[in-house]
């Protein structure tokens, strides 16, 4: 994962990109792919068959030794205890005031040794806030040996179970085995951030090539299809999955955003707690919504949100539903604004278009439980 001094930095599966054709763009100081084949086409294939994201550009920050469990559960607002070993947590690191550093997931492989996985564009701040609070407990940023592969959609599981020939359908969803692929340690997790069925799978650099490759001649039977953030973004969107710098920041708190079930407040004195406990008590001011356009339009970040006349929020992510055939959007409305409310207006280019408050998420995959 190199690049010139202030240069976007690359994958290491930058070359294959490159060969197929890939669309690129900068996204959190890296060279991604934006799309292949075009967005609709590749976000279709995941919802339908299955498709390859590499996503190495997510960072990983390796915590272990004596206390290690101790720091996670002090740092994040998931209860750690939980886990056990091979055991995968969605959680939040919040600072004092409550505001979101990051969410990330959180890796159990030992009782003494944990692993982050953490936002492209937060590593770095994770990193540090995370080592200044780690005392004797070793923080170690392991993000530029570690790349990352997404496979998703119906068919990942046969795909992925022919690659590495393992049959991967007893492993539950936020569980992760580690694993050999062709001489080539990798660990496989049932997680991933399309609401679809899918892995992640943690491979040495070096290797993320020969991996992909591997992956691509296995999935040629089930319909893969490589796939760039473009189609990433639509899916995560439907499956109203937040988006750190959209939904999440230091300004926003896990409660407004909806995520009240990864807070567990008798977990322990976690960073954070304070705050967000009072907020449980007051009530929240403004909350995450979802919305369904009814009148012609595309909602984008940042466009206002009118309810009543007045202006009551923004919208923090947008666009059109490819399974859905209609705009949709999440943002942020004044509580005190939305009342009984089921319609409210967005300001679109086009002026004021209608839009109706729909329960979220927007789209779910048949058979799948709320709870991870």
């Known amino acids: 994962m190199t690049a010139e001094a202030g240069e976007p930095k690359r994958t290491p599966l930058f070359g294959r990109h490159v060969s197929l054709g890939a669309k690129m763009t900068e996204f959190g100081g890296w060279q991604m792919p934006l799309s292949y084949r075009g967005i609709l086409e590749e976000h279709r294939s995941v919802r339908t068959k299955a498709g390859l994201f590499d996503v190495s550009h997510m960072g990983e920050i390796a915590v272990r030794g004596p206390?290690?469990?101790?720091?996670?559960?002090?740092?994040?607002?998931?209860?750690?205890?939980?886990?056990?070993?091979?055991?995968?947590?969605?959680?939040?690191?919040?600072?004092?005031?409550?505001?979101?550093?990051?969410?990330?997931?959180?890796?159990?492989?030992?009782?003494?040794?944990?692993?982050?996985?953490?936002?492209?564009?937060?590593?770095?701040?994770?990193?540090?806030?995370?080592?200044?609070?780690?005392?004797?407990?070793?923080?170690?940023?392991?993000?530029?040996?570690?790349?990352?592969?997404?496979?998703?959609?119906?068919?990942?599981?046969?795909?992925?179970?022919?690659?590495?020939?393992?049959?991967?359908?007893?492993?539950?969803?936020?569980?992760f085995l580690c694993a050999d692929i062709e001489g080539y340690s990798v660990t496989i997790s049932r997680t991933g951030y399309t609401g679809e069925d899918g892995f992640e799978i943690?491979?040495?650099?070096?290797?993320?090539?020969?991996?992909?490759?591997?992956?691509?001649?296995?999935?040629?039977?089930?319909g893969l299809v490589p796939v760039g953030l473009g189609a990433r973004d639509t899916l995560r969107l439907e499956a109203a999955l937040p988006l750190y710098g959209h939904e999440l920041s230091s300004s926003t708190t896990p409660l407004e955003a909806g995520l009240d079930r990864f807070v567990r407040f008798d977990a322990g004195d976690f960073i954070g707690r304070a705050r967000l406990l009072e907020q449980?008590?007051?009530?929240?001011?403004?909350?995450?919504?979802?919305?369904?356009?009814?009148?012609?339009?595309?909602?984008?970040?940042g466009y206002a949100v009118v309810?009543?006349?007045?202006?009551?929020?923004?919208?923090?992510?947008?666009?059109?539903?490819?399974?859905?055939?209609?705009?949709?959007?999440?943002?942020?409305?004044?509580?005190?604004?939305?009342?009984?409310?089921?319609?409210?207006?967005?300001?679109?280019?086009?002026?004021?278009?209608?839009?109706k408050l729909v329960s979220l998420p927007f789209y779910r995959r048949e058979g799948r439980s709320r709870k991870p």
């Open 67 to 175: 206390g290690a469990g101790e720091l996670c559960q002090r740092l994040t607002t998931n209860d750690v205890a939980r886990l056990s070993d091979g055991g995968v947590q969605y959680t939040i690191l919040c600072d004092e005031n409550g505001g979101v550093i990051d969410d990330v997931t959180l890796y159990r492989r030992f009782e003494e040794e944990y692993f982050f996985c953490v936002n492209a564009a937060n590593a770095a701040k994770d990193f540090a806030w995370i080592a200044s609070h780690a005392g004797a407990v070793v923080v170690e940023d392991v993000s530029a040996e570690t790349a990352l592969l997404s496979l998703q959609g119906p068919a990942a599981e046969a795909v992925l179970s022919r690659a590495a020939l393992l049959d991967l359908a007893a492993l539950p969803r936020f569980r």
């Open 202 to 222: 943690f491979v040495e650099s070096s290797r993320a090539p020969a991996l992909w490759d591997r992956l691509m001649e296995e999935g040629q039977a089930f």
């Open 280 to 301: 449980k008590r007051t009530g929240c001011r403004r909350r995450l919504v979802g919305l369904v356009l009814v009148e012609r339009g595309v909602a984008r970040h």
């Open 307 to 355: 309810v009543r006349g007045a202006v009551a929020g923004e919208v923090t992510s947008g666009g059109w539903s490819p399974t859905l055939g209609r705009s949709i959007a999440l943002a942020y409305l004044d509580t005190a604004a939305l009342g009984e409310e089921e319609e409210v207006e967005v300001l679109v280019p086009q002026g004021w278009a209608k839009a």
